[in-house]
C-alpha cells in the first residue's frame, strides 16, 4: 500500500473517530462547566461517564488526527515528517491548523492530564475540560482542511 492509499484508509478511520467525538461533544457542548460542575460529578455517575466518554473521545481523535493522519498527509505531499511540533508547523504554514503549533503541543499536555490524572482539582479539570471543548471545532476543520489541501495537491499531481 502506497502513501496515498494509506492516507485514504486512515482519513476513513478519523471520520469514524470524529462521528464518536460529536456526539460526546454535542451534550457537553452545552454544558456549564465550573468547579461546582466537577464537584456534582461526584454524585452523578452517568454523567461522570459522559465526561470520561468525551475526554478519551477527544484524545483519541487529537492523537490520530496528529500523530497517524497528518504524518501521513505530510508523506503524501513529499513533506518532511518530523517532530510533532515540527508536522503541526508545516500544517500550520499551508492553513490546515487555525492555531499556533505549539498550542496543538499544549493541547496535547492537557489530553494527557484529562486521560490520566483522577480529579483532584475542580477548578483545573473544568479549565482542561472547557479547553478541549473550545478546540474540539478546531481540532474537526483542521481535518477538513487538511483533506481539501490533500485532494487541491493531487488534482495538481
Given at each position: 500500500m502506497n502513501s496515498q492509499e494509506r492516507l485514504n484508509t486512515a482519513l476513513l478511520h478519523c471520520e469514524r473517530i470524529r462521528h464518536e467525538l460529536l456526539f460526546s461533544y454535542g451534550w457537553i457542548s452545552k454544558e456549564i462547566i465550573n468547579e461546582?460542575?466537577?464537584?456534582n460529578l461526584q454524585s452523578d455517575e452517568m454523567k461522570k461517564e459522559r465526561v470520561s466518554a468525551f475526554c478519551a473521545r477527544f484524545g483519541k481523535f487529537q492523537d490520530y488526527f496528529s500523530d497517524k493522519?497528518?504524518?501521513l498527509w505530510l508523506e503524501a505531499v513529499g513533506e518532511y515528517v518530523g517532530t510533532a511540533l515540527e508536522n503541526f508547523s508545516v500544517a500550520e504554514r499551508?492553513?490546515?491548523l487555525?492555531?499556533?503549533s505549539e498550542q496543538m503541543v499544549e493541547l496535547r499536555t492537557i489530553r494527557n492530564r484529562l486521560t490520566h490524572e483522577y480529579i483532584e482539582n475542580e477548578k483545573a479539570f473544568s479549565a482542561d475540560v472547557n479547553a478541549v471543548i473550545l478546540m474540539t471545532p478546531v481540532l474537526l476543520a483542521a481535518l477538513d482542511k487538511l483533506?481539501?489541501?490533500?485532494?487541491?495537491?493531487m488534482r495538481k499531481a
Open positions: 461546582q460542575w466537577v464537584e493522519v497528518l504524518r499551508v492553513g490546515i487555525s492555531i499556533p483533506v481539501s489541501h490533500y485532494q487541491a495537491v
